[in-house]
Each structure stands twice: as structure tokens, then as C-alpha cells.
């Protein structure tokens, strides 16, 4: 395979300037909270990688977490409004060869069947294995199925060999939607289905935001290891700090109904339920949609999706919280 | 290169001779697609293949969740928020369909704003959803490509400029496109592209055709990135905007203030209506119009039953009645355009499980009102691995929901032909040029290829009607008519001890019906029957096909090897099976015994 051409030049093939090229790669350093000095080795590393294969699994998953992975893809396009640089996420298609997707791949049946195969024969060790929803243990796994197999014995066979299983979403995190109460799937996430996983992040959110993917990924391509988790698995350059604490709602006077004056005005929504003060996430720095806005901003309290068991310890949406 | 899946190898065949589990009708072979690809969630398809047609089909839902069971006992107006996760991809409608259940449930009227900002959300998910659909989901079904790899740019460039005037249109532009796809396939990494049916011979457009598409598969990439921030704007993000109240939209609205919605913000929702419009103009359009003058044949194949039910959404000022809807409510059945729609009546939708992996109480071969929703699992199908599923007496999660005891198909091609019998004046203008530009008849409507035409024309006709709805939310928000919410019912207190409702919309993929019974301030019992269970679902009590299996029907098959034609019929519905599957029994906690007994 020594015709592949590296990340670097790919970027190139597609009209990216090498000025560019650097720019990103220093907004990845940023977004990794990690010093100047590091662009340097995140832009080597790049232009000498060729792409990771890719196998994402899906489960019982709504498809959220790969509408926010599209969402990554952006290039700058001088025809398009607002499309003048490389975004932090635009080196998406780029660093990756993403060989197995149900929802995006050509291939069907068989012949999918088979690319999955290829990349884990051809790869093995080298592929990085996406999981977007869960997993259930109900009926033996025989209420997921895939080409006649359960999820349970697709996720067993395709993370064993992986070399990094990134748990994208909540569903694929902790069970998410599935697993709340009753649960009655018996839906897990990856750690609790395919226990003793080495290599294994987690990157929870309804959806999860790919930008966290992003840098997750190029984190390991500059430096051969994972970022630094929390006790949860979480890189906490994405999970290190509270929504409230970074959320520009914060010093204002607190809202008490939804389009009342200091709703409009940008006040604290904590009254309205906001779960900001208890949940770590990054949503209000790297925001949504190529840093357009995110949900408090727009609006309506944070729903605290990226706790554990959210759906049962966040819920009810618009009752209090105790105050921390 | 030997494993390069350029190369186009051939891989063996999974077709069966009839030998699995059950009782297998003899005839010819058994072709099975699982997974079907290029859609949202899992699907298993199984077709019986007699002289190169179909002569037999079976739809599978081969997952489930749960989530009916997970919404009884909470909180009636968090409802949204668990029903929006029911699908990423049809994101937002399930939040639609929710609030409005709940609000008919406690006779809550929505403020205007409410009304325009849903429409206005609603209608941006439908341009996106169609857009990404025709390229990302559908488009490799007829476009080859390989074939591609040898298209002449100058050519290429000169069919762009005879078919618009859109700026990506050079010799050069199009060299770059094809260097970049032969870099891409020289690298051996074809990634999402690899092992497709390429070099088929149901493929029939010229290379410089393949070329122009590929291209624009590209570029509908970025464009939906950047037109899908108009959920952000007002929604916070996308997928999964977080806007949504009972009773309203959480979405701020004031002139003096730069945390709300502004008329510099509603500027910015016109530019990308804009860019919206641009696109499906000079590109989707246009590509679709191509794509289809080579494969006419298609207007004549994959049609089903022509039963089409639509619930009609996107209310004027004056509330959800089905007079007052923009897209219109109605029923045409056997395909009859030469009479007014028939009303929609909701008491008249029934599912039925006779062929599903369900029980009822006091027997499966009657169906129930969503209202008496009951869905007891009783898994009946195979242990361990299996070749197929198509003898078997049950054979799907999905339920088979009927109106007045038929099958209907809904979604785009549905809602234009309940809007073309209606009158509508702009669906039936754009109905009818396309119709005259391909040269046949309405009956051309009835197919696969009509259904790819429907879903073009009414992407059009609903991002032309945003700027309406920008219109009307800037004039409130110049009148100082700030009011997101109706938060009178707000608290439970104020509720009936005892509340039924339902609520209607349309999906990208049809219509969607949540029904609600909250008891108590608590959900009782909770019950979504969503489009593709209507297009998607097994054969019911009558032993009726569902609309998909229907359609299959006489399509033809040249390679069983390779079916081609079966993701041609089936892509044009645009299926979506987490939306399908997601049911189990609000009454007694089934799941749990059938686990025991296995």
C-alpha cells in the first residue's frame, strides 16, 4: 500500500494550503487544550499517516451520533457562506477510511458483510472500532440482529482486535435510551457488554459531538496513546469541566419562564431546570454545527446528557436540582 | 492489488434454494439483503426470484428498544425529549409529534411564534433530510461510480451547463473531481465506497452523468453541514435540537436583545434559505431530472398498492385543523387523482401483529387503536444462525399498522398525491412540469421513479414556503409579539385527573402519529406509529402484504448475486427503522418472562 498518500497530502489534493493545513492543526492543539508547542507534532504526525480504517457499528442506536459525525465534514469552499478555513473537524474524511457503516456505506448485505470482514483481517490491530448505540442482552441478543447475528457477538468479534474503541453517544457510553428504567432489552453500553476492553474511550452526549471524536483521534495518531481520561473514561479535555462553568448565561440574573424578559435577555436558566451545573461537557466552548450555537444558548436548559444513566438521574427535564 | 475492492470482485452469492427454518414456499431462489445499507437503523429483506422478476417479498425489523415502555410513569412534558432519540436522521418530528399529543391531551393552543418557529424547524429538516437522502442514501443506485473514472471533463462540463447554471461547472472543476477519485481508488482505501455493485448492468448513465453526480455527491456534503445550522439558530444544535415545550418553543424572540432571535438573526435564516434554495434549484433538481430521463423504465416498476394516506402538517395562524394546514390531510386510494381526497379519520388506524413478533390479549388476528396499544413480545424466531426468515409464520419487530383495515403508503410520494388531488397549487404546477419533462402520464407517479420525483418536488415547494414563515416570525417580532410559550397548564395541578390525546405530522418519511394517556400527571400508556411501520411492515391478520413487499413485486432482477433493483424500490421509500421498531407492552413487563424462558 505504499501509494497511499499521507493525511498532508491529501489536504493538498483537495485545495488546502499548507498555511491552512497548520491552522488546523493548531486549533486541534487548542481544542486538546494542549500547548503551542504540540502543533508541531500534530501536524507530523498528520503528514505522515496514512488513513485509520474505520469499522462503526451501529446498535440500538437513532442514527444521531452519525448525523453529528456528518456534520465534521467541511472543507473550505469559497462558494459556500461562512466555508473560509479548514474547521477544527474538516480533517475528518481525511484521517479516516471509514470501511464499515451501515447507514453510509455502498455495500449491502453480503457484500458489506465482507468489508467488514476485509478490514479485520487486512487491518488487524489497526482499525479503530466506532460504537453508536446499545447493546441488548435481552433474548440472548436476538433482539438486534445484523446479518443473522446478534450485536452482541458483532461488538465481541469486531472490538477484540481493534486498536481503539471509541464508545460515540451515550447509548454506546452506558446503554443511554434503551437502558433506562425498565430497560427492557437489558441494553448495556460497550464496557458493561464487552467487558475488559483495553483502549476503550468513551465520548457520551445525545449526540455526541464530533469534534471530540476529532480530537480524540488525532490525539493517538500524534502521540500513540489515548488523552487522558476521568474515572469515566471521558477525555478531559472534553469532560474536565461543568457546562456552567464556561455557560455565558452564568453571572445573569436567573430566568423564571420560558420568553419572560430575562429569558430574552440571556439570564441563568437554572430556575427552568438547567442541568449545566452538574454535568461536565464541553458543549458551551466547542459548541454545535461548526461552533454555531448550542442548546442554553439558544435557549432551553442543558438536559445533562453526558452523566451516567441520564434519562433516570436528569430526569424529570424541568424539575430543580439540588444547588452546588 | 488483489485486494482492492476497486477491482470489482465477485463475491458468492447468498442465495438460498429454500432450506432454512419453517416451512419455505418452493419456487425459485431466496435472496437475502441484511443489512440494507444506506438507510437509518437495521433492515433484513428476503425476495423470492422467479424468470428475473420478483415474484414474493419479505421485510424484516430485526431490532427493538423499547421505548413505549420506558415513557409509562414520567413526566408527560419531558415526553419529547426520550421520543426525539426514537430517530436522529428524521430528527425534530418525533419532538413535533410529541408536544402536540400532549398539548390536544390537556387543550393547551400554542402562541404563534410557537407555530411559525415549528414550521420553520420542521421545513428545514425536510430540505435536508431530502437533499442528504437523494445523494448520501440513494444516489449510488443508479450512479456508477467507477464509470465515472472515465468520464471526459469537458464533457462533463458541458452536460452541467446544459442542465444549470450553478457555478461548479468548469473542465477543471470536474478534472479535479475525477483526480481526486482516482487518487482515492488508486490508494486501495475505497472506504465507504468499497464492494458496491459497481460495473452492474442496470446502470445505465454515461460516464460524464456519473461524473457530474459523484461531484455533487461531494458538494451536497458540505452543503448540508451548512444549511442544517439553521436548526443551531434556533434549536441549539443539530441533530437533536433542544427547543421544544409543551405548550411552546423555548427559542427567544426580541429585537433589543443579541441572546434572543433578532431580525439580524432572521437575516442570517434567510441566507441560508437561501443557499437551501440554490442548491435544490441548480443542483438536486436538475440531477434528479437527469438521473431520471435515464431510467424511465423505473416510472414504470416498484409501485405497490397506490393507497396513500397523508396527515398534512405545517398549520396557519389559525390552528391544526386539517382546513388549516399548508400541506393538506387526506386519503387517495388505488391510486385514483380524479376525486378530492377523502378525510383522514384517526379512529380508524388499527395494528396488527399477526405476523409479528407480538401477542394480544384475546388474540392476534384483530388489530388495536393506537389508544389500546398493547405489544406483548413473543419471539418466535431462530436461536442461532439462520439463512432466512421468509417461511417463517412470524418474521419481524415491526407491527403492521392499517387504515380501515388496509395497507397505506406514506411519505413524499403519498403527500403529493393526496396534495395533487387536493388542487395544491404550487405541488401540482411542479408535479406537472416534471411530468411533462419526462414525458408520461400521472401514472408515471406510481413507482419507484415517482417516488424519487416526489420527494424533489415537495423538497422544493417547502423550502420556497420559508421565507413565508420568516416573514410572518419577523412582522411579530417588529409588532413586539414576543410569546413563545402558553405556559397556563404549565403545572400538573391544572391538568384532568385523566387525559387522552394524539398528536399528527409529517415526517420526511411520512406521516407520524403520537398518542398519549396521561393519568394522574403521569404517562399511562404511550403508543407512536411512525411511517416506515405504515411502508415497512409485515403481512397483517388478511395476510396482505405490507407497502414495501408490495412494491417489490415485479421488479426485476438481472443478478441475484447482486440486487440491485431490490435497494433501487427499497431506497425510494427512504426507510427508517428505529422509527419502526421501538414497541413493547405498556401493560405487563413481557420482555422480562420470555428472557427467563430462554
Not at chain 2, 388495536?368 to 413480545?377: I, L, V
Not at chain 2, 415517482?450 to 418536488?457: D, E, K, S, T
Request: hydrophobic share 40%.
Amino acid at each position: 500500500m505504499s501509494n497511499q498518500p499521507s493525511i498532508e497530502q491529501e489536504l493538498i489534493q483537495r485545495g488546502v494550503t499548507r498555511r491552512q493545513f497548520l491552522r488546523s492543526c493548531a486549533l486541534m492543539a487548542a481544542a486538546l487544550a494542549l500547548p503551542t508547542s504540540a502543533v508541531d507534532a500534530i501536524a507530523q504526525a498528520l503528514a505522515s499517516s496514512t488513513r485509520l480504517p474505520v469499522i462503526w457499528l451501529e446498535f440500538q442506536d437513532c442514527t444521531g451520533d452519525t448525523e453529528s459525525f456528518l456534520r465534521a465534514v467541511q472543507r473550505p469552499d469559497p462558494a459556500i457562506n461562512g466555508a473560509q478555513d479548514p474547521s477544527l473537524t474538516s480533517l475528518l474524511l481525511d484521517v479516516l477510511s471509514v470501511d464499515y457503516h451501515e447507514t453510509l456505506m455502498v455495500a449491502a448485505g453480503y457484500q458489506a458483510e465482507q468489508s467488514r470482514a476485509d478490514t479485520m483481517a487486512r487491518s488487524a490491530g489497526q482499525y479503530i472500532c466506532v460504537v453508536e448505540g446499545s447493546i441488548p442482552t435481552a433474548l440472548n441478543g436476538y433482539c438486534c440482529l445484523i446479518g443473522g447475528k446478534t450485536a452482541l457477538s458483532i461488538a465481541e468479534e469486531t472490538t477484540r482486535n481493534a486498536l481503539m474503541t471509541v464508545a460515540f453517544g451515550s447509548c454506546a457510553f452506558d446503554g443511554g435510551l434503551a437502558a433506562a428504567s425498565p430497560n427492557p432489552t437489558a441494553a448495556k453500553g460497550v464496557k458493561d457488554a464487552v467487558p475488559g476492553l483495553t483502549n476503550l474511550v468513551h465520548i457520551p452526549g445525545c449526540p455526541a459531538n464530533v469534534v471530540n471524536l476529532v480530537a480524540t483521534i488525532v490525539y493517538y495518531l500524534t502521540y500513540k496513546k489515548l488523552p487522558a481520561l476521568d474515572s469515566l473514561k471521558r477525555p478531559t479535555f472534553a469532560y474536565g469541566q461543568t457546562v456552567h462553568r464556561n455557560c455565558p448565561r452564568r453571572e445573569l440574573d436567573e430566568a423564571g419562564a420560558y420568553g419572560d424578559a430575562k429569558h430574552r435577555a440571556g439570564g441563568c436558566l437554572k430556575e427552568l431546570g438547567c442541568r449545566g451545573p452538574v454535568t461536565y461537557h464541553n458543549c458551551p466552548t466547542v459548541k454545535w454545527n461548526d461552533g454555531t450555537c448550542w442548546p442554553v444558548q439558544a435557549g432551553h436548559g442543558c438536559i445533562g446528557c453526558t452523566n451516567p444513566a441520564f434519562w433516570d438521574t436528569m430526569t424529570p427535564f424541568y424539575g430543580g436540582i439540588s444547588d452546588d | 492489488m488483489s485486494d482492492n475492492p476497486g477491482n470489482n470482485k465477485v463475491f458468492i452469492p447468498i442465495v438460498q434454494s429454500g432450506n432454512g427454518s419453517g416451512s419455505v414456499p418452493p419456487g425459485g431462489p431466496t435472496v437475502v439483503i441484511d443489512p440494507v445499507t444506506r438507510i437509518e437503523g437495521h433492515l433484513r429483506i428476503e425476495v423470492k426470484v422467479n424468470n428475473g422478476a420478483i415474484e414474493d417479498a419479505w421485510s424484516t425489523g430485526p431490532m427493538f428498544r423499547g421505548l413505549e415502555l420506558i415513557l409509562k410513569g414520567r413526566d408527560p412534558r419531558d415526553a419529547w425529549v426520550f421520543t426525539q432519540r426514537i430517530c436522529g436522521v428524521c430528527t425534530t418530528v418525533h419532538a413535533i409529534a410529541s408536544v402536540r399529543a400532549v398539548e390536544n391531551a390537556l387543550g393547551i393552543a400554542i402562541p404563534d411564534n410557537a407555530r411559525i418557529l415549528r414550521n420553520l424547524i420542521e421545513g428545514a429538516q425536510f430540505v435536508h433530510d431530502h437533499v442528504v437522502h437523494f445523494y448520501h442514501l440513494h444516489a449510488l443506485d443508479w450512479v456508477d461510480l467507477m464509470s465515472a473514472l472515465q468520464a471526459d471533463p469537458a464533457a462533463t462540463s458541458a452536460l452541467a451547463l446544459s442542465l444549470s447554471d450553478w457555478h461548479n461547472s468548469s473542465p477543471a472543476y470536474f478534472q479535479s473531481v475525477k483526480t481526486r477519485l482516482q487518487n482515492f481508488v488508486n490508494s486501495g482505501q475505497l472506504g465507504l465506497f468499497g464492494n458496491g455493485y459497481w460495473g452492474h448492468p442496470a446502470y445505465r448513465l454515461p460516464p460524464a452523468g456519473n461524473l457530474l453526480a459523484v461531484a455533487h455527491y461531494l458538494e451536497a456534503l458540505e452543503w448540508q453541514n451548512q444549511f442544517i445550522k439553521f436548526h443551531a439558530i434556533l434549536g441549539g444544535k443539530n441533530p437533536h435540537p433542544q427547543t421544544y415545550l409543551v405548550g411552546g418553543m423555548a427559542t427567544p424572540l426580541d429585537a433589543s436583545s443579541q441572546a434572543a432571535i433578532t431580525p439580524a438573526r432572521i437575516a442570517d435564516l434567510r441566507a441560508l434559505v437561501q443557499l437551501g434554495l440554490d442548491f435544490v434549484n441548480k443542483v438536486y433538481l436538475p440531477d434528479l431530472m437527469l438521473i431520471a430521463s435515464y431510467y424511465t423504465d423505473w416510472a414504470g416498476t416498484g409501485g405497490g398498492y397506490g393507497n396513500f394516506l397523508s396527515f398534512g402538517d405545517f398549520p396557519g395562524a389559525s390552528g391544526n385543523s386539517p382546513a388549516n394546514l399548508w400541506m393538506p390531510r387526506g386519503m387517495v386510494v388505488n391510486k385514483n387523482l380524479g376525486q378530492a381526497p377523502q378525510p383522514v379519520d384517526q379512529t380508524l388506524i388499527q395494528e396488527y401483529i399477526a405476523h409479528s413478533w407480538y401477542s394480544y390479549n384475546g388474540g392476534d388476528q384483530a388489530g388495536k387503536h393506537p389508544y389500546q396499544g398493547e405489544t406483548r413480545m413473543n419471539y418466535t424466531g431462530p436461536q442461532t444462525s439462520f439463512s432466512t426468515l421468509s417461511g417463517e409464520e412470524r418474521y419481524s419487530w415491526l407491527k403492521a399498522p392499517r387504515y380501515n383495515g388496509m395497507p397505506m403508503e406514506v411519505g413524499p410520494l403519498a403527500r403529493v398525491v393526496v396534495a395533487y388531488a387536493a388542487g395544491h397549487a404550487r405541488i401540482r404546477e411542479l408535479t406537472d412540469w416534471v411530468l411533462a419533462q419526462l414525458q408520461v402520464g400521472p401514472d408515471a407517479l406510481f413507482s419507484t421513479l415517482g417516488r424519487i420525483a416526489a420527494r424533489g418536488i415537495e423538497t422544493l415547494a417547502i423550502a420556497e414556503q420559508m421565507n413565508t414563515w420568516l416573514d410572518e416570525l419577523e412582522n411579530n417580532i417588529l409588532n413586539n409579539n414576543l410569546t413563545v410559550q402558553n405556559n397556563q397548564r404549565w403545572n400538573p395541578s391544572t391538568w384532568p385527573a385523566d387525559a387522552w390525546g394524539y398528536g399528527m405530522t409529517e415526517a420526511p418519511r411520512g406521516g407520524l402519529g403520537h398518542w398519549v394517556h396521561i393519568v394522574n400527571g403521569k404517562i399511562e400508556n404511550y403508543q407512536a406509529v411512525v411511517p416506515t411501520t405504515w411502508n415497512g411492515s409485515p403481512r397483517d391478520a388478511q395476510n396482505a402484504r405490507g407497502p414495501w413487499e408490495q412494491a417489490l413485486v415485479g421488479v426485476p432482477v438481472a443478478d441475484a448475486s447482486r440486487p440491485l433493483e431490490v435497494l433501487r424500490t427499497i431506497h425510494s421509500f427512504d426507510p427508517c427503522m428505529a422509527c419502526a421498531v421501538h414497541i413493547v407492552d405498556p401493560q405487563s413487563n413481557q420482555v422480562m418472562q420470555i428472557w427467563v424462558q430462554h
